[in-house]
């Protein structure tokens, strides 16, 4: 990205002359910064920026916010925060073992239906072999 | 004065939101003039039930007109569909989605609705006011016909002139108010700040006005001041009442707006009106809302912007021209100008039918 030096802009109706910032200081660093926060162009079909969009949200952050302009009311949230985290705790711990046994099952699923297919080809094979047996001897 | 009832109708009815405040001051222009009017709501804050009646509910007459509040998606504009009576629309302008896919995916989705109803709605309405060229343009590009411009109407004080005062070489005391939202570009100003703060004005400090109502994006924010070593000097006020708002526009040497998108940007008339000179981009509405009597930039790189902001405190001549067109451009929007003008245009657009 081009430094700029100094800019032309208007005011009052006329031109100002920007001049460039004394002792040029690096910025590389706070435009890097700057273009991490840009926002994310999803045009449709475009499986790459949707995935970046649920990448930005798929981190769950349980801890509901407790800034108030109401001290009394800050505090309110962090005592509720506080007396219902064991029960949402466990809750999440219960939801996650109960994803990961939903997908230990989907996978043993999917395991014993590739058996029951390969059996069954492989009975389909038996019988197709009997079959031509049959119309050799017969 | 008489004619055909003007009611109106807004999807969320808030006290101390821009367009809750215009609504309730256009029913009071109307009513002053002698139009019936009543405002139809979906959902309103509690302090404003007495206000207005629920939409769905409403009795009106055939020759009466509407006149719909467009910001957000809403049922309110199907229901509208279906109507007999004349429809007129003020636009109050929908952000581009694409600002808040990243941050807020539902807000985002939310406004593409809203898009798609601004559409729908353009072959039922007679005739529309915007807030600003810009949106006019966008009322058009969506099929709209009759278009005007308009004055938003909102709280002004009586002008405060501060030509005498100066920008300080060192630690000029920056300002915006505007909610965090991605739109509003506020990493744009801590990135300005932080340039600043590493070249002529190491004690430059930023406050930002504004509710966290995307809460993701705001915390970015506050991660960016800490990375770019500026969160000392960066204040995150949040919402404020308006006496701490009134302060925020009194202690501030400059307002630094550098928004991508904004359907007017009252902040910058209402700094004006505090004797604030404002830099801002020349992005969306603000340059037109902001005309000659700000610093206008092309370009929001860091660099460009402490620049700006650091030639305003060498330069006290234009500072003291900035604050005095400031004046005038915020005297064009008192609500003792912009309230007949608007009534006027209003009156012509129920009257055309």
């Not at chain 1, 949230?77 to 994803?99: E, G, I, P, W, Y």
């Not at chain 2, 199907?78 to 989605?97: K, M």
């Not at chain 2, 739109?183 to 430059?204: E, H, M, S, V």
């Amino acid at each position: 990205m081009p430094v700029p030096t100094s800019a032309v802009v208007r005011a009052l109706g006329e031109d100002v002359v920007l001049e460039p910032l004394p002792g040029a200081p690096d910025l590389t660093d706070v435009r890097d910064a700057l273009e991490r926060l840009a926002p994310v162009e999803l045009a449709p079909g475009d499986v790459r920026a949707a995935l970046a969009v649920v990448a930005e949200h798929a981190t769950l952050n349980p801890y509901a916010a407790l800034t108030s302009r109401h001290p009394a009311i800050a505090r309110l949230k962090l005592v509720t925060r506080k007396l219902t985290f064991f029960v949402a705790h466990s809750l999440a711990v219960q939801v996650t073992d109960l994803a990961h046994a939903l997908l230990v099952a989907g996978a043993a699923t999917a395991d014993r239906l590739e058996l029951l297919e390969e059996e069954n080809a492989r009975l389909r094979h038996d019988l197709d072999e009997l079959r031509r047996r049959q119309g050799t001897t017969s | 004065m008489s004619g055909p009832a003007i009611h109106q109708l807004v999807p969320s009815f808030v006290p101390g939101d821009a367009i809750g405040s215009h609504v309730r001051r256009v029913r009071r222009l109307l009513q002053d003039a002698g139009i019936e009017s009543r405002t139809f709501v979906s959902a309103a804050h509690p302090d404003l039930k007495n206000e207005c009646e629920p939409y769905r509910r409403a009795s009106v007459k055939a020759d009466d007109v509407l006149l719909y509040h467009l910001s957000c998606s809403d049922s309110m504009a199907g229901w509208l569909l279906s109507q007999p009576q004349r429809l007129l629309v003020d636009y109050h302008n929908i952000t581009e989605p694409r600002w808040f896919d990243r941050w807020a995916p539902l807000a985002a989705h939310d406004m593409r609705l809203a898009r798609l109803q601004m559409g729908t709605l353009a072959s039922r309405t007679e005739a529309a006011v915007a807030h600003s060229r810009f949106s006019a343009q966008e009322l058009e590009a969506h099929g709209y016909n009759n278009v005007e411009v308009a004055p938003l109407l909102f709280a002004l004080p009586a002008g405060v002139d501060r030509t005498d005062r100066p920008v300080p070489e060192r630690g000029a005391r920056w300002l915006f108010v505007g909610r965090l939202a991605p739109n509003k570009c506020q990493q744009a100003i801590i990135g300005a700040l932080a340039a600043a703060r590493r070249g002529p004005d190491p004690d430059a400090t930023l406050t930002l006005v504004g509710g966290r109502t995307i809460g993701p994006f705001a915390d970015e924010l506050q991660r960016l001041a800490g990375e770019l070593g500026v969160a000392a000097a960066v204040r995150f006020a949040d919402h404020v009442p308006d006496a701490e708002l009134e302060a925020a526009y009194r202690d501030a040497d400059v307002f630094v707006c550098l928004s991508r998108h904004e359907g007017f940007g009252a902040p910058v008339i209402e700094a004006m009106a505090r004797g604030v000179p404002v830099v801002a981009l020349r992005a969306a509405a603000v340059p037109e809302t902001a005309g000659d009597a700000a610093l206008v930039l092309d370009d929001d790189d860091p660099a460009v912007v402490a620049a700006a902001v650091c030639h305003l405190a060498t330069h006290s001549d234009l500072v003291a021209g900035l604050r005095r067109a400031g004046l005038e451009r915020a005297a064009q929007h008192a609500p003792g100008r912009a309230g007949p003008a608007l009534l006027r245009q209003l009156l012509d657009l129920a009257g055309g039918g």
